[in-house]
């Protein structure tokens, strides 16, 4: 436990944290000068006293067809509607109004991971054409509606763009699943929204070579299936079309391939429906504590205005801009700040297909320079990935950006600092976006021409978002007092979700249950938005973020939840009982270690492979674990609950703490020496932890 000094007692979400204040960057001049949002006007329009109308100023970048009457609507709080009685079409919005202004202006550029082949430009009047023909085909040969839900599991292709906005042309609702998802995965997604058409690809390129995708497809319909959830077509579109990638065969009625039915649409113009504002735009399933996939459901006209918003005020986007964000659009950055809110805006948008380090750790600053990209974004896990194998790549090409964003985890200062000095030679202002799946767009940064930048810290929370660091008992925990507690949003905005679809118990569960006093109110000002974040606010306002305050893992910024760990294992039949805990590791931030008990008289030999292999299937690759620890029992309360937090404390050779209130402390110190033993064997020993790392890991699991 961390210590303090004033000897008070602490819960564990208000764990006293120290570290230095880090010291202000101030914005580059050259970019004030340009910026959008520039005149500190804007921050007063934003002020409390102007919600929720500050919002129309996002709406306002829109084109609707029927302007809203209400701006936001608490009558079914906390089911907030937005801009209700307006109605638009977001393919609309991001290609049609741009393609009739000037069709031949850039929309997407697409850059294939072989070096070698050929960038390709698609206009805004190219993207026009080829969404107006998958949409025909949407429409005429899978027979979707408007309000149907369809699985896409696709790779980072322009393709995956034209068919979601096809998708959002006819108000169909797309449920992108991550194409590092496994096939298993995939299917429960598939179930959990009803979905009976699936759109994949046969094949795609990631690290130099093609990986065969289709057959993902295959195991989907069958867990699918399994789940009740029949799928009567699968769309493949081929990575090259005419040439397919896959050894699966394509199933006679069911598979077909995209670029064999497309020409029949040649030319076909579908009328983007009108929607109404409150109408679902899409689903992005997200991890959760239970093992049932937790679909966050985002609204048309609310969403796609606070992401167009957004692009323009913090990454400073202008129509001729070359913006490249370097996330999966498989998770809700590549959704919101690749697709929607750049396109909104009419810019150009970079869509890279594979890893940022092929063939080196130079591939990202040469596609700058080629591109004349002058935004970036990603993530400080591909940054620290990218310091390491190439730390002075980026002074070797002769790029330059305005402005850089970071996403998805904390950011180390000085990670931080390489990030400014070197990649952004400088000259870049930097915004530290922090948000979740569930809020659509940016809850905490700083405007970055108008508010200095701090290493570590996102900035206080973004124009119009509200928030507040509460400790169990919903007393607000002030600013500058070195304590953490949870950060709730006090006020709706926009983009958050508008509800788990499907399950509106747990939306309000996880959301809003644990610090609303009075469920029938109608006032936002009762329902403060829980976000899962442990978090310290320093005198200045800026909020420095902890890390998830529930059983949830951040790998690489992606969110696993210990339970789709556990269950996962579980599906080996040896196995008995299963715990994920999460190790510190200084490029993906954390990774997963499992801890499996086996059932009685099962030989041990193997059983690591079988449990990594049951998770690679069950969840992906991107939640294959660091190592995999077979113990006689796990550490256990009198009540029977494993306590995670001992067996994170092994892992990364923390103190374990006071084990002796359980029901089996003696097991720990076999545990402890089996494992670090392991560990010192293979040179897998930590660094010392910081106290902010010794506090998430003395506590996780909270029990
Ligand atoms: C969790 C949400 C939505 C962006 C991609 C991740 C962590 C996100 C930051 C940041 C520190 C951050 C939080 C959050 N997180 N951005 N700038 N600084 N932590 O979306 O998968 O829904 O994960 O990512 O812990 O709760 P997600």
New binding site residues.
Partial sequence: MTENSDEEVVSESQIAVHWREEEYYPPPPAFVAQANANDPAILDRFAEDKFPDCFTEYADLLDWDRRWDTVLDTSQAPFWRWFTGGRLNACFNCVDRHAAADPDKTAIIWVPELEEDETLYISYGDLLRRVNEFAALLQDFAGLKTGDRVTLHMPMVPELPITMLACARLGIIHSQVFGGFSGNACGTRIADSGSRVLITMDGYYRAGSITDHKVKADEALAEAARLDQEVDKVLVWRRQPGQYASATPMADGRDFFVDDLIGKYAGQEVEPVSMDATAPLFLMY?SGTTGRPKGAQHSTGGYLSYVAGTSKVYQDIHPNDVYWCMADIG???GHSYIVYGPLALGTSTVIYEGVPNYPDGGRPWRIAQKLGVNIFHTSPTAIRMLRKVGPDEPAKYDYQFKNMT??????EPEVWRWYYSSVGKGQAAIT????????GGFLGSTVPALQPMKPGS?GPGALGIFPVIYDENRNEIPAGSGRAGNICIRNPWPGIMQTVWGQPERFLDVYYRKYNADPDSKDWHDWPFL???GAVRSEDGYIR?L??IDDVI?VA???LGTKELESAALTVPEVAEAAAVPVIDDIRGRMVEMYVSLKPGVVPDGMEAKVTTAIETEIGKIARPKNVWIVPDMPKTRSGKIMRRVIASVSNFADVGDVTTLANPEIVEGIRQHVQKAKVDKGDTPRPLTDTELAEIQSFGNE
């Fill in positions: 997200t998770w809700i950055t970071t996403v998805g985890e904390p950011i530290d976006t922090w948000w979740l799946t569930e809020t996102c976000c899962g974040d973020i890390g998830r951040n910024g992606h969110r």
